[in-house]
């Protein structure tokens, strides 16, 4: 029979790859923790229309890489591609906002997007991210932001660039929408046919077109941040103050857009030049109003990121500040399959007093069983003898015979 296989671009994850996302899953949870965020969990499956309504149909994220099917009860259903529609989902049907109407999530989970697969690009792929709702002021932006900031600094990240711009609000959007499809219009032939069909679509999009010669053109380009609202401008001016007053470096970038639509005011994106095209580490920003997309109430205040949890990985891993994978403390080796409820006694006895403990209690012999010690990283190991004597081996130190006594073997052990 044919061997089967994961489904391409879905990464099955062992060893040291699991151990260290699973790290930097952690290290973000515990920095979320500090500023108030309580872990929420959403299902990987949710109705297509959150994300048509939220995140936007002409996006690439909707329009192009979703994992969407028909259930057998005819119901339209999707992979999230992300979670940001589904926390605000959460918190509409439950109503969470009215007991807490400032509300701190933090998540980590699986995503699902069909792209080209590459290095730092996959189907499934992991996201760590925080949403604040309830809170309009640039403070909460400059909290997030400090936020993203403490996650690569704690992962030893010091060549992250944090780009800072802003998209407007519905007041100075549309006019500043015109411009720049006028402008698009006219500059049609110079440009790429995605960015044509974006003048369309989804034109604020077309700032962030790959293609140089785009770019080149986009150099005239009307500009998002240059045709604020005196109220998004002074929310940017309250985002930029508060970052200086933390001392966070950033870089303001006038042509940053995001690629999901209910983005409203501050944009932000955590940038690398060491994942190659997979430039975006964090991406995140503000989205007032996305809670009305999904039936709440259109006036609560929304802001937050999402961090690509292998991008993280693979950076700590440039870095040096991998987590790897520790050794046992201690490794127990019986003679063939004598003494195993002794053994078994030990190790709970060892367990419970917090040490890692590995066995091998097997029927082998002693040359099967050395060979399994010499590939089982350990510190210390103990062989169980079948006249009941027993014989430790310290890290670093000579195998010595030690008293059978299973209390003197663990004092032993617990004091190392
Ligand atoms: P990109 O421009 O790289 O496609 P994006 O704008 O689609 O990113 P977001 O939707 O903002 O990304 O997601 C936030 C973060 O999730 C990204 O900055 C990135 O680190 C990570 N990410 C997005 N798509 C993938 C993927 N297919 N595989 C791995 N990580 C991803
Ligand atoms: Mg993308």
Not at 93 to 100: K, N, S, V, Y
Request: some cysteine; charged content about 25%; glycine content about 10%.
């Amino acid at each position: 029979m044919a061997s089967l296989r994961s489904v391409k671009g879905m990464n099955d994850l062992f060893g040291v790859e699991a151990l260290s996302l699973g790290a930097v899953e952690s290290l973000a949870r515990n920095l979320a923790k500090r500023w108030g965020a309580e872990e929420v969990r959403t299902p990987v499956l949710e109705k297509l229309d959150l994300f048509v309504r939220s995140v936007g149909e002409a996006t690439d994220v909707v329009g192009k890489e979703m994992y969407a099917f028909e259930d057998k009860d005819g119901s339209q259903l999707c992979l999230r591609p992300e979670a940001t529609a589904s926390v605000a989902r959460m918190l509409v049907q439950h109503g969470i906002l009215r007991d807490h109407p400032r509300f701190r999530a933090f998540y980590a989970g699986p995503m699902f997007r069909r792209e080209r697969p590459q290095k730092g690009r996959y189907r499934q792929f992991h996201q760590v991210g925080v949403e604040f709702f309830g809170e309009p002021e640039p403070s909460a932006d400059v909290e997030v932001i400090a936020l993203a900031a403490a996650i690569l600094d704690a992962l030893g990240l010091d060549d992250v660039v944090v780009e800072l711009g802003s998209v407007g609000c519905p007041e100075c959007r549309p006019s500043y929408r015109e411009q720049l499809v006028a402008f698009l219009r006219q500059e049609a032939d110079q440009l790429c046919e995605l960015c044509n069909q974006r003048t369309e679509t989804n034109p604020l999009r077309c700032l962030d077109c790959k293609s140089a010669s785009c770019q080149a053109v986009y150099g005239d380009a009307p500009l998002p941040l240059d045709h604020l609202c005196d109220a998004c401008d002074q929310h940017q001016a309250g985002v930029e103050k508060g970052l200086d007053r933390l001392g966070l470096d950033y870089r303001v970038n006038k042509r940053l857009v995001r690629g999901l639509d209910y983005y409203r005011r501050t944009v932000f994106e955590c940038t690398t030049q060491k994942l190659g095209a997979q430039s975006a580490v964090i991406a995140g920003g503000r989205y007032d109003g996305l809670l009305g997309s999904v039936g709440g109430d259109e006036g609560v205040a929304a802001v937050g990121f999402a961090a690509g949890t292998e991008r993280l990985q693979l950076l700590a891993r440039e870095a040096g500040t991998e987590a790897g994978l520790s050794p046992a403390d201690v490794a127990i080796v019986t003679d063939r399959n004598q003494g195993v409820d002794e053994a078994l006694v030990l190790m709970q006895g060892l367990r419970a007093s917090g040490l890692v403990v590995v066995a091998d209690l097997s029927d082998r012999g002693r040359k099967a069983k050395t060979k399994w010690l010499g590939r089982t990283t350990h510190r210390h190991s103990l062989f169980l003898e079948a006249d009941g004597s027993a014989r430790l081996r310290l890290q670093g130190m000579e195998t010595q015979a030690v008293h059978p006594e299973i209390a003197a073997i663990l004092q032993v052990l617990s004091s190392n």
